[in-house]
Nanobody, 122 residues
């Protein structure tokens, strides 16, 4: 099996920073895209940022220039550095992985993490 283990959420003041981490566990052979989505109360889940296995990134307009997504393929881990946080960034952030190949098991089209809460409040 494969799991995405997230960490780094918490409470931060507007203008502050947080760094989220997401590590894929299991006998992983390869992962295509990884990234983060978020869901605020009463709203639909939305894309935050994604990164390909080659390092190409894609950001939502609302976070571009403030958030930076990076990836360590050797550790099957992605990092989301969030700067200049705003009240509207408050949400549960979910890690997401696409096309995960696991040794001895096969391929998973997509895998989701359990979510980590980010609260931006003064």
């Amino acid at each position: 099996q494969v799991q995405l283990v997230e960490s780094g959420g918490g409470l931060v003041q507007p203008g502050g920073s947080l760094r989220l981490s997401c590590a894929a566990s299991g006998s992983i052979f390869s992962i295509n895209d990884m990234g983060w989505y978020r869901q605020a109360p009463g709203k639909q889940r939305e894309l935050v940022a994604t990164i390909s296995s080659g390092g190409s990134t894609n950001y939502a307009d609302s976070v571009r220039g403030r958030f930076t997504l990076s990836r360590d393929n050797a550790k099957n881990t992605v990092y989301l550095q969030m700067n200049s946080l705003k009240l509207e960034d408050t949400a549960v952030y979910y890690c997401h992985a696409v096309d995960v190949a696991v040794l001895g098991i096969g391929r998973f089209l997509e895998v989701w993490g359990q979510g980590t809460l980010v609260t931006v409040s003064s």
